[in-house]
T-cell receptor, first 116, second 112 residues
Framework: SAVISQKPSRDICQRGTSLTIQCQVDSQVTMMFWYRQQPGQSLTLIATANQGSEATYESGFVIDKFPISRPNLTFSTLTVSNMSPEDSSIYLC?????????????FGPGTRLTVT | GESVGLHLPTLSVQEGDNSIINCAYSNSASDYFIWYKQESGKGPQFIIDIRSNMDKRQGQRVTVLLNKTVKHLSLQIAATQPGDSAVYFCAEASSGYSTLTFGKGTMLLVSP
């Protein structure tokens, strides 16, 4: 497995502002993903973070709202832009390691975002 | 920590009982399945996986059963312990795609 950290662990933000969430992994990984988990719900994939190129977004998620960076094989950021109360969720990053395929994903502890 | 199981189906068992958590999937093309455990305030933790060319796989105290005919997956936990209390998610994937689709989740509550 991989050790994954996220910053911040939680935040309370005002409507209309933006928050950048960081994901750091302790070893090089092939793939990094960002998920959203709304209260009492399952995980929904936002996008796949691609190193050195634009992220691949899932249906219903757009780059203007959720810009993502991945400058190297161990770090990625997700920004939640122009926040509204509907963005209150847990945001999780996950990674898949080389040689283990894209499906055996390991998750960070999550960032708990509350928008007021 | 913050609960993620407020609106999820719940399975309540006594310590020492065997638990069975079920999951239905809809994509006939899915050929890889994973079970994750999510404790309150934490990210999901990989438990066990199974490929579609198998119908059963065993781990330590856990067994996953796959019935492709009815598109059903189950996770059996033997001798359930209070530490098993968590939300359990199944996830599916298809060859050629690098992403997972998560099921709705089931909260398991284990009483001492």
């Amino acid at each position: 497995s991989a050790v994954i950290s996220q910053k911040p662990s939680r935040d309370i933000c005002q409507r209309g502002t933006s928050l950048t969430i960081q994901c750091q992994v302790d070893s090089q990984v092939t793939m990094m993903f960002w998920y959203r988990q709304q209260p009492g719900q399952s995980l929904t994939l936002i996008a796949t973070a691609n190193q050195g190129s634009e992220a691949t977004y899932e249906s219903g998620f757009v780059i203007d709202k959720f810009p993502i960076s991945r400058p190297n094989l161990t770090f990625s950021t997700l920004t939640v832009s122009n926040m509204s109360p509907e963005d209150s969720s847990i945001y999780l990053c996950s990674v898949a390691k080389a040689g283990q395929g894209p499906y055996e994903q390991y998750f960070g502890p999550g960032t708990r975002l509350t928008v007021t | 920590g913050e609960s993620v199981g407020l609106h999820l189906p719940t399975l309540s068992v006594q310590e020492g009982d065997n638990s069975i958590i079920n999951c239905a999937y809809s994509n006939s093309a899915s050929d890889y399945f994973i079970w994750y455990k999510q404790e309150s305030g934490k990210g999901p933790q990989f438990i066990i996986d199974i490929r579609s060319n198998m119908d059963k796989r065993q781990g330590q105290r856990v067994t996953v059963l796959l019935n492709k005919t009815v598109k059903h997956l189950s996770l059996q936990i033997a001798a359930t312990q209070p530490g098993d209390s968590a939300v359990y998610f199944c996830a599916e994937a298809s060859s050629g795609y690098s992403t997972l689709t998560f099921g709705k989740g089931t909260m398991l509550l284990v009483s001492p």
